[in-house]
């Protein structure tokens, strides 16, 4: 467990083991392909908390749950680590990689109590995310009776983007066709470095690599220029709205604006909370979908119960919405187990060491970069039976309302945990929900072309599945 100890104690203390790698370069060359699995299988060999070096850089993993919730809640490990591309992207003052401390509480606490807080959520929720649902299945329905298929990997974030965008800068009459154009500009030739750049470059943890020509960070530069002449020309439009009310807000930005001008927060902290939303919005729930679905489509009688529960619950012509979870505990389930089975954020962001922390009777020296392995969490035979088997049921409450050992054991984090815990699962929750339920009480998926889709993990900023179609058919 995670524990104060004397400065003595500590010196007293030895880093956790790790495979010692190769010279200068450690182990990065054995985490190029598939750096979660990789990772798990180290922490088979040498425990819960280990050491793997990449490059210079010392990283500690931690594989058990109970030891990252108490190591994740320390302040000592609250702060990030970044690469230089995250560092050219964010100037680390967003909410996802900017330092522990009082700037960050300001943006968190922003974050919490009124951004993404329950009551916004809802707000959004009825505003924009309902109907923007309803349009992505009605998309779906015009793939079917066309005969095409459904391809996920561009058409959930696209759909996301579009549902993202609304919520963020709201909708009005007034808008002009440029501020709906500058839309496709986002999400075509700026977000989607964003998103899909690496996290990280070898320059990060080779020191010589450092001074030579990187061509990435030049273009992350120039993408970052770009977003931001972007975002200041939406945000520009929306105060120029001529019934804009910031006592009445009607979208994430007007929420941001009033709180500008209360002096709460700053107009650049708004900007860097408007790419954590895009970013988390669109491809980590797109992702998380994307699974879901290609899940289903392999397992068609989980997908018949699905149905049957679907039917029994709203009805043929009916509506699925957050009123009917607790009648629809079998989809639940599936959408939580989606979540465990493939992990999208497998290690989360990583953690850096503020000072030495004693940790399991092991030190992590400061500046250590520390990662939690929520993979091998989620696929540890201690924690659940058949861990690489998809199985709804493991989350199921008993018969006489005892909720599963899945949802009390504490082995189960898609969202991570601690100080720096995603602050927006509750709207990440509706917006999977939402689409789950709807697109499955409309429509039969099955694997297009094949009889079986590959479920395979292509590492990135989200854990996505290897590109795949889907054959829609309509439910009768």
């Known amino acids: ?17 790790g495979p010692r790698g190769l010279p200068i370069v450690g182990s990065l060359l054995s985490l190029r392909n598939d750096p979660q699995i990789a990772l798990t299988r180290i922490a088979r060999e040498y425990g819960d908390v280990c050491t793997v070096r990449l490059g210079s850089v010392p990283t500690i993993v931690i594989s ?4 990252l919730r108490d190591a994740f809640s320390r302040v000592a490990l609250a702060d990030r680590w970044i690469s230089r591309i995250t560092e050219i992207m964010t100037s680390g003052e967003d909410l996802a990689f900017a330092p522990y401390g009082e700037y960050w509480r300001q943006l968190q606490r922003f974050a919490n109590r009124e951004l993404l807080s329950y009551r916004r959520v809802q707000d959004i929720r009825e505003r924009y995310i309902e109907e923007s649902v309803n349009i992505l299945v009605a998309r779906v329905g015009e793939m079917c009776d066309a005969g095409a298929p459904l391809e996920p990997r561009d058409f959930l974030p696209r759909a996301n983007g579009e549902m993202m965008f609304r919520a963020i800068f709201g909708r009005d009459a007034n808008d002009t ?7 496709d500009d986002l999400l075509n030739t700026t977000f989607w470095f964003f998103a899909n750049a690496s996290a990280a470059n070898p320059a990060d943890y080779i020191s010589m690599l450092k001074f030579l020509p990187n061509h990435a960070l030049e273009e992350a530069q120039k993408m970052t220029d770009r977003m931001t002449e972007i975002l200041d020309f939406l945000i520009g439009k929306v105060k120029e709205r001529p019934d804009l009310n910031l006592n009445a807000p009607t979208c994430l930005v007007e929420v941001m604006l009033a709180s500008v001008e209360r002096e709460e927060i700053t107009y650049d902290m708004m ?3 408007i790419g954590d939303l895009l970013v988390a919005g669109i491809d980590t729930t797109a992702q998380t979908m994307a699974w879901l679905l290609l899940i289903l489509a392999n397992r068609q009688r989980l997908q018949d119960r699905a149905h049957e529960e679907l039917t029994a619950a709203v009805g043929a012509d009916g509506l699925p919405g957050m009123e009917h979870q607790s009648d629809l505990s079998y989809m639940h389930a599936i959408v939580l187990e989606s979540m465990r089975y493939r992990t999208v954020a497998p290690l989360g962001l990583p953690h ?3 000072e030495d922390v004693e940790l399991d009777g092991y ?8 990662l939690g392995n929520i993979y091998a969490i989620h696929h540890d035979e201690r924690f659940w039976n058949s861990p690489n088997e998809f199985i709804p049921d493991r989350f199921l409450f ?10 009390t054991s504490g082995a189960f984090m898609p969202f991570g945990t601690g100080r720096r815990g995603c602050p927006g699962q509750g709207f990440a929750e509706i917006v999977i929900w939402l689409q789950a339920c709807r697109l499955l009480h409309k429509y039969r998926l099955t694997p297009h072309g094949t009889d079986r889709l590959p479920e395979d993990e292509v590492f990135g900023l989200a854990i996505s599945p290897i590109p795949y179609a889907l054959n829609i058919e309509r439910r009768a």
């Open 1 to 17: 467990m995670a524990q104060q100890t004397t400065a003595t104690e500590r010196n007293d203390l030895s880093m956790p083991p």
């Open 64 to 67: 058990h749950p109970t030891l």
């Open 177 to 183: 066709v440029e501020f709906y154009e500058k839309l």
């Open 271 to 273: 900007r860097n909370l």
């Open 352 to 354: 850096k060491a503020i």
């Open 363 to 370: 030190i992590i020296p400061k500046d250590a970069q520390v």
């Open 398 to 407: 008993t018969k006489d309302g005892a909720p599963p050992p899945a949802l």
